[in-house]
Structures are given as C-alpha cells and as structure tokens.
C-alpha cells in the first residue's frame, strides 16, 4: 500500500443475503486481504455472517479462508431477531487487546441488571456472548 493510503482502525462488513448475485465474492479471500491491507496497525475486522442463512459447509469454508488471513480471529454470537443467529468473525493482527479477567469482573458488576435478563429471567451475562475461536500469535 502507498504510504499516502488512508488506514482504517475499524471495518464493519455487514449482513449480506449469500444466494445474491455478486455476493459469495465477498467472502473470498482477496476482499478478505484488502481489508486487512487498508487497516491501520492497531485495525480490526468485523464480518457479520447470517447463521440462518448459511449451512455449515458454507460457515467452514468462510471462517478457514478469513482465519488464513487474520492472525488473531475471534468469533461472536448474537441474535438478528428471533430465531436468526449471527455470527461475527473479528480479525486483526497481534494478540488479543482485552483482558479476560477484567471482562468477567464487569459482566458481575451488571448482576441484576434488567437489560441483560431475557424474557425466560435467565442472566444473559452479556448481550453478545463471545467465544474465542483462535489465537494465533
């Protein structure tokens, strides 16, 4: 990349309907690369993949091509709606820039807390729960 490129610290890819025409090329490895080219050094990516509308094959083969290009990748779970689960793949380079320990701690601090109770009264715990798929460094 030329020197005078603008870098981005974050780039969003949001839900895309996969059975679109054009749409399968954005889950390719070279938009995957630009991607990670146009981020800053401290840059994270975030693709949003529709669970719903992806069978595991389909998730398998977009979450290997996205793990060999980002160095650290992390997965998110969370809820379109009702019955439509999501899944975000968080890539960036280096290691992990959180601390699991703080974010336990916080997530007690909201005990109680009637925006992270669900409709059942069961402790959610967080609105998107997150599961560390890989770590590469």
């Given at each position: 990349a030329a020197e005078d490129e603008q870098k981005f610290d974050v780039v969003v890819s949001d839900l895309f309907v996969p059975w679109h025409a054009g749409t399968g090329v954005?889950?390719?490895?070279?938009?995957f690369i630009e991607v990670r080219e146009s981020l800053s050094a401290d840059g994270l990516f975030a693709l949003w993949l529709p669970l719903w509308q992806l069978g595991p094959e389909e998730f398998r083969s977009v979450a290997a091509t996205?793990?060999?290009?980002f160095e650290t990748t992390e997965v998110w779970r969370a809820n379109f709606s009702f019955g439509a689960p999501i899944v975000g793949l968080v890539g960036w380079h280096g290691k992990p820039r959180y601390d699991d320990a703080g974010i336990r701690e916080r997530l007690a601090r909201t005990e109680g807390d009637p925006?992270?109770?669900d409709l059942d009264g069961r402790r959610q715990g967080a609105i998107v729960r997150r599961y560390r798929l890989l770590h590469r460094t």
């Open positions: 954005l889950y390719a490895r070279e938009p996205f793990l060999d290009v925006l992270l109770e």
